[in-house]
């Protein structure tokens, strides 16, 4: 770009992200989840955006030029300071370009960002030169905390201040509380501690190889029709993803693999550097769990959701964990019409990614069908989960979400799910969150909550009667009792 050339709003980045080769993955994951924020947090704003090489410097463009365009478009230039990023020649003409400009960063434009303190094979130590002793940084040497320091740069290019410490309530305060505040702190929440549970289970560990092949077949089912014992796996273009191991040639799903194609195998951390591929991931994932649970008679229907079948001989269901109440998990229960249906178990279940972690959502609910297997359909099912949703209590949505926890773990404090040669481990307690503010002696103890399990399915049928054909076009409705 030329000096005389403007500068319109869509050529604007908002980070400049130099680094060296050796820190590449992972600037690839930062610059992706950068642009994965918008300028003011809500979703109406407009995505953040960074100027990265491997994206915005094609084959034939000049190197040089480039790099000044990018420096020249971007709001803020960050450094990746590792032994290797100092020890570059090339990456010094970046930083160096920019120090020249404003050596004590008076214009606040230089963010760096501290990534390791020695070489990848541990030989050499960073040596950080004299411009960037004097500046604060973001410490990213702990993964532990990388959420902690990517929300501060998130800040610093949302143009807001460093968060300040909470606000809490005055200890020397003397001025006498009028009768307005009186009134006015009896509607405020109890200051005691409080655990917020959440409905994420935490992924712990994942097979570390993809496994993928070139195949013919474009389907699905067409796969499985090949080879019934087959693995989890997902179809994208012409090829075939797994986490079996598509290299050992006992592995079934060779039969659909082109013996003349090319086997491949990457790995995970690969897959979430980048974008279409952190997605196949969670796609994969999603795949995997379907095929366990259908593997203890839970089916998924048509909008993703899962629920308890009947024994295998088609009669009532019941289940329990450990030293937990057995209670139904799929029941056939008397319609006022004289007629019968099935309540059962059901649970929205999907995998996600929050910033670097993947999580397990698992949201309880209830369905129903006419035989145990065929769910009744249309806009009378909707009805009748959301009509029981509404009427169930806090305790009974937790008490759910522990039963399903409990059953998938098998009691255990983890989730094991055989995936290919390996397996994918998760953990059996949901994502907490501290608080300082709750209701005084408002618990719940969990194992008192799982011992006094009324039986609920009673409950959910008493509360649906199904309609006449002509009442909702052949598909069975619902209404509450008076």
């Known amino acids: 770009m030329s000096d005389d050339k403007a500068i319109v709003a869509d050529d604007l980045k908002d ?6 080769k050796a820190d590449k993955k992972w600037v690839l994951n930062l610059a992706a989840q950068i642009e994965s924020e918008t300028l003011d947090g809500t979703p109406a704003s407009r995505k953040l955006s960074v100027f990265l090489d491997e994206w915005d410097m094609d084959s034939g463009d000049n190197l040089i030029n480039k790099m000044n365009e990018g420096l020249k478009v971007s709001r803020f230039f960050a450094v990746v300071m590792s032994p290797e990023f100092f020890g570059s020649g090339w990456t010094n003409f970046e930083w160096t370009h920019v120090v020249s400009q404003d050596p004590t960063n008076t214009k606040q434009r230089i963010i760096p960002i501290f990534l390791r303190e020695t070489t ?25 905390t990388f959420t902690i320091h990517f929300m501060k740069l998130i800040r610093r290019l949302r143009g807001l201040p460093p968060e300040r410490g909470d606000s809490r309530p005055p ?21 005691v501690p409080e655990l917020l549970l959440s409905n994420l289970l935490p992924v712990k560990d994942a097979p570390k190889q993809i496994w993928s092949g070139k195949t013919a077949l474009t389907e699905p089912a067409d796969v499985r029709r090949a080879v019934p014992e087959a693995d989890s796996f997902i179809l994208r273009g012409n090829r075939l993803y797994t986490f079996a191991q598509l290299s050992d ?40 769990l379907a095929e366990y649970l259908a593997s203890l008679r839970i089916q998924r229907e048509a909008k993703g959701r899962f629920f308890f079948l009947p024994t295998e001989d088609g009669q009532t269901r019941s289940e329990a964990v450990g030293g937990d109440a057995l209670r139904m998990v799929a029941a056939r229960k008397p319609a006022a019409n004289g007629t019968s249906f099935w309540v059962h178990h059901a649970a929205r279940m999907k995998f996600m990614r929050l910033g670097q972690k993947i999580f397990l959502q698992l949201e309880p609910t209830y ?34 979400f522990v039963f399903w926890m409990r059953f998938l773990s098998r009691g255990q404090k983890e989730i094991t799910i055989p995936a290919g040669s390996g397996s994918l481990v998760l953990s059996a307690l949901s994502g907490t969150a501290a608080m300082n503010v709750g209701i005084e002696d408002d618990h719940v103890r969990i194992g008192s909550l799982m011992r006094t399990v009324t039986d609920e399915m009673d409950a959910v049928a008493n509360n649906v009667v199904l309609a006449t054909e002509d009442e909702d076009g052949g598909v069975p409705d619902e209404a509450p009792h008076e």
């Not at 060779?254 to 991931?281: C, H, M, Q």
């Not at 369905?367 to 509404?390: C, E, P, Q, T, Y």
């Open 249 to 288: 040639s006992l592995c079934p799903l060779r039969k659909v693999i082109e013996p003349d194609g090319d086997i491949k195998s990457e790995t995970i951390g690969d897959w979430l550097a980048d974008r279409d591929k952190g997605n196949w991931f969670i796609s994969l994932l999603n795949q995997l």
């Open 367 to 400: 369905l129903f069908s006419s035989d145990g297997h065929h769910l009744l359909a249309g806009k009378s099912m909707g009805r009748m989960v959301i009509m029981w949703s509404g009427r169930q209590q806090n305790v009974d949505i937790l008490r759910n």
């Open 120 to 144: 990848l094979d541990g030989r050499q130590r960073i040596d950080r030169p004299a411009p960037f002793n004097a500046l604060k940084f973001l410490d990213f040497r702990d993964e532990k």
């Open 15 to 20: 980070l400049f992200l130099s680094y060296n």
């Open 171 to 191: 200890l020397a305060a003397i001025t006498p509380a009028t009768t307005g505040e009186l009134e006015a702190d009896r509607a405020e929440p109890d200051q």
